[in-house]
Nanobody, 119 residues
Framework: QVQPVESGGGLVQPGGSLRLSCAAS????????MGWYRQAPGKQRELVATITSTDSTNYADSVKGRFTISTNNAKNTVYLQMNSLKPEDTAVYYC?????????????WGQGTQVTVSS
């Protein structure tokens, strides 16, 4: 059973920075991609950034140039460096893994970590 475990959320002032981490523990499957999604109150969950096993990245337009997604060398931890944070970045941030299984792919989600941008 794969359980992504997030850390690094918190309260930060506008213009500040935070770094989120997500460790993929217990995985016996290949991880084809890792990513971050977020959900603000009253809104749908949306993609923030993804990175594939070949280091191809994708970002939401709203975070391009401010956020950077990366992994460690073992590719079992994914990071999200968030700079120049804005109040509209306030949301619960979820780590996502796309696991390759014998019959296709499986999603694994973390429990979420709160990011609040406020003065």
């Amino acid at each position: 059973q794969v359980q992504p475990v997030e850390s690094g959320g918190g309260l930060v002032q506008p213009g500040g920075s935070l770094r989120l981490s997500c460790a993929a523990s217990g995985s016996r499957f290949s991880v084809d991609a890792m990513g971050w999604y977020r959900q603000a109150p009253g809104k749908q969950r949306e993609l923030v950034a993804t990175i594939t096993s070949t280091d191809s990245t994708n970002y939401a337009d709203s975070v391009k140039g401010r956020f950077t997604i990366s992994t460690n060398n073992a590719k079992n931890t994914v990071y999200l460096q968030m700079n120049s944070l804005k109040p509209e970045d306030t949301a619960v941030y979820y780590c996502h893994l796309l696991l390759r299984i014998a019959t296709g792919w499986r999603d694994a989600w973390g429990q979420g970590t709160q990011v609040t941008v406020s003065s």
